[in-house]
Nanobody, 115 residues
Framework: QVQLVESGGGLVQPGGSLRLSCAAS????????MAWHRQAPGKQRELVAT???????DYADSVKGRFTISRGNTKNTVYLQMNSLKPEDTAVYYC?????????WGQGTQVTVSS
């Protein structure tokens, strides 16, 4: 059974930083792509950032220049460095591994940006 486990969420003041981590457990090959999504209260889940196994990245316009997605040296790990956080970044952040024959999601980690 493959599981994605996120960590690193919490409460931070506006302008602060957080680093989210996601690691996959279970006997699996390497994911081609991994991504972070987020869902704020009363809103639809939105794609925040993606990264392929080759290192190609893509970001939502709302986080460009502030967030950085990266893959770890350990197979199927991904990070999201979030800088200059704003109250509107408050959401539950989900790790995602999409594929042709699989579609794995983490349980989510809460990020709250508030003074």
């Amino acid at each position: 059974q493959v599981q994605l486990v996120e960590s690193g969420g919490g409460l931070v003041q506006p302008g602060g930083s957080l680093r989210l981590s996601c690691a996959a457990s279970g006997s699996i090959g390497s994911f081609y792509a991994m991504a972070w999504h987020r869902q704020a209260p009363g809103k639809q889940r939105e794609l925040v950032a993606t990264i392929t196994s080759g290192g190609r990245t893509d970001y939502a316009d709302s986080v460009k220049g502030r967030f950085t997605i990266s893959r770890g040296n350990t197979k199927n790990t991904v990070y999201l460095q979030m800088n200059s956080l704003k109250p509107e970044d408050t959401a539950v952040y989900y790790c995602h591994a999409p594929g042709i024959n699989y579609n794995y999601w983490g349980q989510g980690t809460q990020v709250t940006v508030s003074s």
